[in-house]
């Protein structure tokens, strides 16, 4: 490790990954359920609970404290990445922050971390490249596409390049995206020769069309999103970047015919919520197994409707053959093995946006026991922004039993079982949600002091300012100041 290496075979993906989630959450089936049964299901507490845990997938909701956003996030993301890695933050040349929830309308968030970076671990790093990406959620995807490429370019000047996903997801209360919020951060090590994934050249697909599904005007703190739409795009955009993986990767492994689960031992999907990986599957599956005489006869005595003619042209019949596939055992039984073990996370933590897919990445890696087992295994990535894009693209495992040290789950713990996480009260969860407030209104937020935190910042980074200084001797209004909290 740590030096530069010429040779012309070499590979290039993800040689750590570490998680940051705040401390703070909402138990979905508790104080929040009893608040918000009137609003979502006529008072029913059991069905909404029913509904979020079971029919939409989470538990708990991560939100972060006053002196938390996407900044400090990252940077405890990254510090984690640096410290698992064992690696000098000087041999990073390139930080780039995937984000949609940025903190500044004008300066790279990657910029923030930077300095939180340099401060944390004493050193100057001013030699290093520091974009921001931003693409709803798929931003990180491009942001790890220019720093692996920038490596087989061979246009690195260090080792490393540190890319970052965070994100605060926020919809407006009492709405049905709220179920749906979470915030967290996701840091990954790229390099040649990687220990943990070595990243498949030639076999990427991207698709990107102009729409409507979900998107923040500017000055909105929450987003617009078209629920059941959102869900459409999802699926025919990441359709149409699955299939354009797979022409690439049966040519790139001499692999004709291959189906994408025949290629991939695990399928990693961007989760907004956990039921949305469910959906992706049953569409692209269930899409590949009718189309494949040989295993749709084995499915078949199960699900008759995979012989519909009619699934392509009628949505009422794709959905009841959706269905009929999604209660098989043959389906059920896929599900657990190949796509469960990479939602365990966002179960417990909610939607991080650009974060989501790499959250499945190190949910996987988590919840399989025997690590060493997933060395050499392939996986496919398929990742999507609203708005909207989706990149499908593969990597092998290399030696993760020793390049991943387990540390997501255990900060999920709560702080009475030894753990870091507090629950939260609707109140405060509400107070948190609606941000610093000002005495005039028309002061944006993003100009206000950071409002009291509910746990004071410790062995943590943290927003602890907002510059108001604008004088002849300098000018700071807005300038956000972040400091290591001992
Ligand atoms: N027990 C079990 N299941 C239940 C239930 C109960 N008591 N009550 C309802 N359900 C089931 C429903 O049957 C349904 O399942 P099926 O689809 O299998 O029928 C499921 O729960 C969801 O219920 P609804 O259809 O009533 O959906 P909703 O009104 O709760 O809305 C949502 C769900 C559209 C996802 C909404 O939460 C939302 O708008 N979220 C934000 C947008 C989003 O995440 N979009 C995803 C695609 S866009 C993207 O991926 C980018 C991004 O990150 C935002």
Same mark, same amino acid.
């Given at each position: /490790? $740590?030096?530069?290496?010429?040779d012309?075979?070499?590979?290039?993906g993800?040689?750590?990954i570490?998680?940051h =989630?705040p401390r703070?959450?909402?138990?979905l089936? $508790?104080e929040w359920a009893?608040a918000r049964a009137a609003?979502f299901?006529e &008072?029913?507490?059991?069905q909404?609970? &029913?509904k979020v845990?079971?029919?939409v997938?989470v538990?708990?909701?991560?939100?972060?404290?006053?002196?938390? !956003?996407s900044a400090?996030?990252?940077? /405890?993301?990254?510090?984690?990445a640096?410290?698992?890695?064992g690696i000098?933050? %000087?041999?990073?040349g390139?930080v780039?922050? +995937?984000t949609?929830t940025t903190?500044?309308?004008?300066?790279?968030i990657?910029?923030y =971390?930077? *300095?939180m970076i340099e401060?944390r671990?004493?050193?100057?790093?001013?030699?290093? +490249?520091?974009?921001q990406f931003?693409?709803?959620?798929?931003g990180?995807?491009?942001?790890l596409?220019?720093?692996?490429n /920038?490596f087989?370019?061979?246009?690195?000047?260090?080792?490393y390049?540190?890319?970052?996903?965070t !994100?605060?997801?926020?919809?407006?209360?009492?709405?049905a995206?709220?179920?749906?919020?979470?915030?967290g951060?996701v840091?990954?090590?790229?390099c040649?020769?990687?220990?943990?994934l070595a990243? !498949? #050249?030639?076999?990427a697909?991207?698709?990107?069309?102009d729409?409507?599904?979900?998107f923040? #005007?500017?000055?909105?703190?929450?987003?617009v999103v !078209? +629920?059941k739409y959102s869900i459409d795009?999802?699926?025919?955009?990441m359709?149409?970047?699955?299939d354009?993986?797979?022409?690439?990767?049966?040519?790139?492994?001499?692999? #004709?015919g291959?189906?994408?689960?025949e290629?991939?031992s695990h399928?990693?999907?961007?989760?907004p919520?956990?039921?949305m990986?469910?959906?992706?599957?049953l569409?692209?599956?269930g899409?590949?197994?009718?189309?494949d005489s040989r295993?749709?006869?084995e499915i078949?005595?199960?699900?008759p409707?995979i012989t519909d003619t009619?699934?392509?042209?009628?949505?009422?019949a794709?959905?009841?053959?959706? %269905?009929?596939?999604?209660?098989?055992a043959f389906?059920?039984h896929?599900?657990a093995?190949?796509?469960?073990?990479?939602l365990t996370?966002?179960r417990?933590?909610?939607n991080?946006?650009? *974060?989501?897919?790499?959250?499945?990445?190190?949910?996987l890696l988590e919840s399989t026991?025997?690590r060493?087992s997933?060395a +050499?295994?392939?996986i496919?990535?398929?990742s999507y *922004?609203?708005g909207?894009?989706a990149?499908v693209f593969? $990597? @092998?495992?290399?030696?993760?039993?020793?390049?991943?040290i387990p540390?997501a789950a255990t900060?999920l713990?709560?702080?009475?079982?030894?753990?870091?996480r507090?629950?939260?009260? =609707?109140k405060?969860y509400?107070r948190?949600?609606s941000g610093p407030?000002?005495?005039?209104s028309?002061?944006? &937020?993003?100009l206000?002091?950071?409002?009291?935190s509910?746990?004071a910042p410790?062995?943590?980074?943290?927003?602890?300012?907002v *510059?108001?200084?604008?004088?002849?001797?300098? @000018?700071?209004?807005?300038?956000r100041?972040?400091e290591? /909290?001992k």
């Open positions: /490790m $740590g030096h530069l290496k010429q012309s075979k070499k590979s290039v993800i040689d750590a570490a998680v =989630v703070l959450y909402v138990d089936s $508790g009893q609003t299901s &008072g029913d507490v059991a909404l609970v &029913g845990k079971k029919g997938g538990e708990h909701m991560a939100v972060p404290d006053a002196h938390e !956003d400090t996030l990252a940077a /405890m993301a990254a510090v984690k640096i410290q698992n890695a000098d933050p %000087k041999d990073i390139y780039a922050v +995937g949609e903190v500044d309308q004008s300066k790279s990657a910029a =971390v930077l *300095g401060r671990f004493n050193v100057q790093m001013p030699d290093v +490249g520091a974009p931003q693409f709803a959620c798929i990180a995807t491009y942001a596409e220019a720093a692996v /920038m087989r370019a061979e246009e690195h000047t260090k080792p390049a540190l890319v970052i996903a !994100d605060v997801s926020k919809y407006p209360l009492l709405t995206g709220e179920y749906t919020q979470g915030a951060a840091a990954m090590l790229v040649e020769n990687p220990r943990l990243i !498949d #050249p030639k076999t697909a991207t698709v990107t069309r729409e409507r599904d979900f923040r #005007p500017n000055g909105l703190q929450t987003a !078209d +629920g795009v999802y699926l025919d955009c359709t149409l970047a699955a354009r993986y797979l022409e690439r990767a049966r040519a790139a492994f001499n692999k #004709p291959a189906r994408i689960d290629l991939a399928l990693l999907f961007h989760v919520f956990p039921r990986a469910e959906y992706a599957a569409r692209i599956l899409d590949a197994w009718r189309k295993i749709k006869d078949v005595r199960e699900v409707l009619n699934i392509d042209k009628d949505p009422k794709r959905k009841a053959y959706e %269905k009929q596939l999604a209660d098989s389906f059920r896929f599900f093995t190949t796509i469960e073990p990479s996370l966002s417990k933590i909610g991080i946006y650009s *974060g989501s897919l790499y959250l499945a990445l190190a949910s026991e025997n060493a997933l +050499g295994q392939r496919a990535l398929l *922004g609203s909207a894009s990149r593969s $990597g @092998t495992f290399v030696d993760p039993a020793h390049a991943y540390h900060d713990k709560n702080e009475q079982d030894g753990g870091r507090v629950a939260l009260s =609707v405060d509400e948190l949600h407030k000002s005495e005039d028309t002061t944006p &937020g993003s206000l002091q950071p409002a009291e509910l746990r410790k062995n943590e980074f943290a927003l602890t300012r *510059g108001a200084e604008q004088s002849a001797q300098k @000018t700071d209004t807005g300038y100041y972040y290591w /909290m």
